[in-house]
């Protein structure tokens, strides 16, 4: 099993912070015009993927000779994103982190968080993305996890959780100021924004469904090491 496969894609540039999170063992895997983005924040991508529409043709070049390029036609049903999601999990990670820049495509936005509520990702332990300087976790039930959203020096941190693939049900959350005991939260409703936590960990478990769970301010990144 790879310990981590980072997903970089998205049109703009690296937050730092999410770069600084990035293990140095970690394989990295670039969406198309992500790889520029990846080798402007000086990460190495391993691998290639996409129609190779957004990347530039200096990116194209410098994969040839120091990349897997995996290419596919233009005209398909699944996005880049979704394709590199789908070479991620075939690598049998135990972590799965997409990162990006961010963009002003909210179509693209949605549809790119999105794909890590595959199906594919389901057996992976833990799914993460940075959107910018936004940081998120993907749980995909049944599942019970401790998340560690700071440090005992730092209480208050904002918990959002988003029932963003459709409805889930027996959702429970501890450690927060208001807890949920096997609530059922629809799509994209607004009953789970704004929680704060109490603690330096939240304990969610889902019996259905993929939540996305928010977490303001992103936790040091040496949490993730």
Same mark, same amino acid.
């Not at 897997?68 to 036609?73: D, F, N």
């Not at 959702?171 to 607004?190: F, I, K, M, N, Y």
């Given at each position: ?136 976790? !993907? ?9 560690? !959203? ?76």
């Amino acid at each position: 099993m790879n310990d981590t496969v980072v997903i970089v894609t998205g049109a703009a540039p690296l937050d730092a912070r999410a770069v600084a999170a990035i293990p140095s063992h970690a394989i990295v895997i670039a969406a198309d015009g992500g790889l520029d983005h990846a080798r402007a924040a000086g990460l190495t991508p391993a691998g290639l993927i996409g129609d190779l529409d957004s990347v530039s043709a200096e990116g194209v070049a410098w994969a040839q000779q120091h990349a897997t390029i995996q290419r596919h036609p233009i005209d398909k049903d699944a996005t880049d994103t979704e394709l590199a999601v789908a070479f991620a999990a075939g690598m049998n990670p135990a972590r799965v982190v997409m990162v990006a820049g961010g963009g002003d495509r909210l179509d693209h936005t949605l549809a790119a968080i999105g794909a890590l509520g595959a199906t594919v990702l389901t057996s992976v332990p833990l799914v993460e993305c940075w959107w910018g300087g936004q940081y998120l976790q !993907v749980v995909h039930g049944p599942a019970r996890v401790s998340i560690r !959203v700071g440090t005992s020096s730092e209480p208050g941190t904002r918990i959002s959780l988003l029932a963003m693939h459709g409805p889930c049900t027996g959702v429970t959350l501890s450690g927060t100021r208001w807890q949920l005991d096997r609530a059922e939260l629809g799509p994209l409703v607004g009953h789970g924004l704004s929680n704060v936590a109490i603690g330096p960990d939240v304990e969610l478990a889902v019996s259905t469904g993929i939540l996305t769970v928010f977490i303001d301010p992103p936790p040091d990144s040496e949490s993730w090491r």
